[in-house]
């Protein structure tokens, strides 16, 4: 079946500008997480998703990032003002267990965004 | 705190060669080692993983060693070809927690050369 989608794939934004970025997780998948990618380097944690549930958003960077999955499945990830320290790849990854196990992840191709 | 570190930085191997790659860890509570391969532009794909119940598990080319008491674990490419060329990520995860985030080593760039 499909795997993890993740639009748009590239986003240029002027510092200051609002963006969302969008995830669809493959069907069914109850878990799903958003990591940040720097360039050179690996990927960082910032928010997790059980169903519509967010049960951790301890790596969110600050109060411009916004997560949300509203019925459960496609995520919207927002980030208001956007500074130039945000450009990355964001990666979406999504799992079909919950709590225990050890169910692989699997990842979209992310989204790199620019802010200039 | 870096809590996965993982060396080289990049890696150049000849077709044919062995290419290896090291991780060490240092939250106790992980208990799951997976290894992430990427290539340009898109995302991580599960290479192999490795739970510490056992201390080697290899599937096809692809070996990973664990040392528990070291904290240490490490990535084995053997017969390198030149399509195996990208980024190679070790990464932990305590999966006993309520939530599966993954921490990650900050990536080995894997050349081979035809």
């Known amino acids: 079946g499909a795997g993890v989608s993740q639009s748009p794939r590239y986003k240029v934004a002027k510092r200051g500008q609002d963006v969302a970025l969008r995830c669809d997780p493959i069907?069914?998948?109850?878990?799903l997480f958003w990591y940040q990618q720097a360039l050179g380097q690996g990927p960082e944690f910032l928010t997790y998703?059980?169903?519509?549930?967010?049960?951790?958003k301890s790596g969110l960077p600050s109060d411009r990032f916004f997560a949300e999955r509203p019925e459960g499945s496609v995520s919207t990830l927002k980030i208001q003002r956007t500074q130039q320290e945000d450009s990355a790849v964001y990666l979406c990854?999504?799992?079909?267990?919950?709590?225990?196990?050890?169910?692989?992840?699997?990842f979209g191709p992310g989204t790199r965004l620019t802010v200039l | 705190q870096q809590q996965v570190k993982q060396s080289p930085q990049s890696l150049i191997v000849q077709k044919g060669g062995i290419s290896i790659i090291n991780c060490a860890y240092e939250?106790?509570?992980?208990?799951?080692f997976p290894w992430y391969q990427q290539f340009p532009g898109k995302g991580p794909a599960l290479l192999i993983a490795?739970?510490?119940?056992?201390s080697e598990k290899k599937e096809g080319r692809f070996t990973i060693s664990f040392n528990k008491s070291a904290k240490q674990f490490s990535l084995h490419i053997m017969d390198s070809q030149p399509g195996d060329s990208a980024t190679y990520f070790c990464?932990?995860?305590?999966?006993?927690?309520?939530?599966?985030?993954?921490?990650f080593g900050k990536g080995t760039l894997l050349t081979v050369n035809p």
């Open positions: 990464a932990a995860r305590n999966s006993g927690g309520s939530n599966y985030k993954l921490t």
């Open positions: 998703f059980q169903n519509e549930a967010q049960l951790d």
């Open positions: 069907s069914g998948h109850v878990s």
């Open positions: 490795i739970r510490p119940d056992v």
């Open positions: 939250n106790t509570a992980f208990d799951y």
């Open positions: 990854a999504s799992s079909d267990e919950a709590a225990g196990g050890y169910n692989e992840q699997f």
